[in-house]
């Protein structure tokens, strides 16, 4: 709860900040993307195996009449997470995949440098939106067994070209234990990882 108390507080001080800065800049600038990603489970479970995902949005550079190299940047993003597992239930090894859906808030700050590279890090609330757990051919809804909110921490390098196309790397460690632990005799902690290879366009200004 204090975690979620701590990021709607800077989500809304986020807000005030961007319409600060819309009045001070002028318009944003508009970028879509979609990325390919590692999305695991890493923790204390030891089950989880082989990362499955993909990640597509939009970008919202907040700062594009700024004169030195930083920006300040809001994305929404629908992100496909979740891992396959091999678990012994007693009748013999089961094997399955855990898939999520989260929708997730970057706030993200960039530096650029004028020859095209840049470095990010930011802070990523997210949303759970739908969980389902698959084995030997059966759908069960595995939302109960997930926190519905999540924090990650992503941070990382990519490179802008001058045909308004843009590549990156982005890793985002979660903060949360995701685990609701419903059901389990001992708690385990579990969180989500993200590695995404990312491509963008951008939508220069007139």
């Known amino acids: 709860m204090k975690k979620q108390i701590l990021t709607l507080t800077l989500i809304v001080a986020n807000i005030i900040l961007a319409q600060s800065l819309l009045a001070q800049f002028g318009k944003p600038e508009f970028s879509v993307f979609a990325a390919a990603n590692k999305s695991s489970i890493v923790g204390e479970s030891d089950s989880w195996k082989d990362p499955v995902g993909a990640q597509g949005g939009i970008i919202l550079n907040l700062l594009t009449n700024f004169s030195k190299p930083l920006s300040f940047r809001v994305e929404l993003n629908l992100s496909m997470q979740g891992a396959k597992y091999e678990d012994d239930y007693g009748n013999g090894i089961v094997k399955g995949r855990v898939n999520m859906l989260y929708t997730n808030l970057p706030l993200v700050v960039r530096y650029q440098l004028k020859n095209g590279f840049y470095g990010e890090a930011g802070i990523e609330p997210g949303l759970l939106l739908r969980a389902k757990d698959k084995y030997l051919g059966i759908t069960e809804d595995y939302k109960d067994m997930v926190k519905k909110f999540d924090l990650g921490i992503p941070f990382g390098i990519g490179y802008e070209f001058k045909n308004y196309l843009g590549v990156g790397i982005r890793l985002i460690p979660g903060l949360t234990n995701i685990n609701t ?26």
């Open 181 to 206: 632990n419903e059901g389990d005799v001992i708690p385990s902690k579990d969180h989500n990882f993200i590695a995404a290879l990312r491509v963008t366009y951008i939508f220069k200004k007139k």
